[in-house]
């Protein structure tokens, strides 16, 4: 995302902000406890200087917002060729799944989908239309500790080529990913349930075939 050139500090301060509010909610060690906290001074310090407002207000405000939980946002891409669909196969599990994850402060969920893709497969793509929003909780995934709000993206290939097959025949190219291919409906390998189930699949090759189809939500 391009930052408002207005207030690059604003951009810059919500950053560091996130970066550590996420190191201080998950890490356990004190030194880096102590640092991170170290770096959501220096944010909060960005943003009172820069909007001229008093440093105690600024972290009231951070402070009071770590207490309201709000569902993490998932974006995952259709990609598809041929009436196939692109999927990859996850390190983790060794479980397929349409390629995405979670999006990033300051990015738009179309920017985050088309970098997922790319990260994860090696396709460049763009996003041209949101086919579904999901709750997850509703639509049979295995359980997770926090909800989510699952964005799936038909994403059209800007440059067919092999380079995703490519990349992961040279094996580890990508931190999360082994492998990747291009499937139909009726020959889906086994799928990584955390991620994708086959009903919403089935969904997103009927919405290929029906592109006149409003987004799905809920």
Known sequence: MTPDPRYPWLHWARKLQAAAQNGLTYSKDPYDIERYQAIWEVAAEMMARGSGVELIRVRDLLTGDVGHVTPKVDVRGAVFREGAMLLVREKSDGLWTLPGGWADVEESPSEAVVRE????????????????????????????????????????????????????????SFAEVDDVGFFHEDELPRLSISRVTPAQLRRLFAHQRHPDWPTDFD
Not at 147 to 155: D, G, I, N, R, V
């Open 117 to 172: 893709v790319y990260e994860e497969s090696g396709y460049r793509t763009r996003a041209v239309k949101l086919l579904a929003v999901y709750d997850r909780d509703r639509h049979g995934h295995t359980p997770m500790p926090f909800c989510c709000y699952k964005m799936f993206f038909h994403c059209a290939l800007v440059d067919d080529d092999t380079l995703g097959e490519a990349q992961a025949q040279r094996g580890g």
